[in-house]
């Protein structure tokens, strides 16, 4: 498994979760790890990014404030810390690894753009 997340669940309005995003060897700290998450009607919407070496961050403007990316080398983890969270919220929640030149490639949405994307993890924010 290239990349796997988890750490979703049921929470209530206001309430936080943190999702985690385990890369292998061969992919963290070589690729940008962009977050999506995808609606029950099924748009899918960028939520976010690190970049390759974990110096930069990118968020969708929507959710800046409210969502935090970080990561963790040891682990070779991404996590994706999010705070306040809204019944519109409610979505699967993935991972997708792109090469380092993509960066200001966050208009991409479908997972034959990345070279490796994860199974997603359900969040639900129940009001």
């Known amino acids: 498994v290239h990349l796997e997340e988890s750490g979703g669940g049921l929470v209530q309005d206001g309430g936080s979760l943190r999702l985690s995003c385990a890369a292998s060897?061969?992919?963290?700290?070589?690729?940008?790890i962009r977050w999506f998450r995808q609606f029950p009607g099924g748009r899918r919407d960028f939520v976010g990014a690190?970049?390759?070496?974990?110096?930069?961050?990118d968020y969708a403007d929507s959710l800046k404030g409210r969502f935090t990316i970080s990561s963790d080398n040891a682990k070779r983890t991404v996590y994706l810390q999010m705070n306040n969270l809204e019944p519109g919220d409610t979505a699967v929640y993935s991972c997708g690894a792109i090469n380092p030149g993509a960066w200001d490639s966050s208009h991409l949405l479908t997972v034959a753009d990345y070279e490796f994307w994860g199974q997603g993890t359900q969040v639900t924010v129940s009001s």
């Open positions: 060897g061969r992919i963290f700290g070589n690729y940008v």
């Open positions: 690190i970049s390759d070496r974990g110096t930069s961050t």
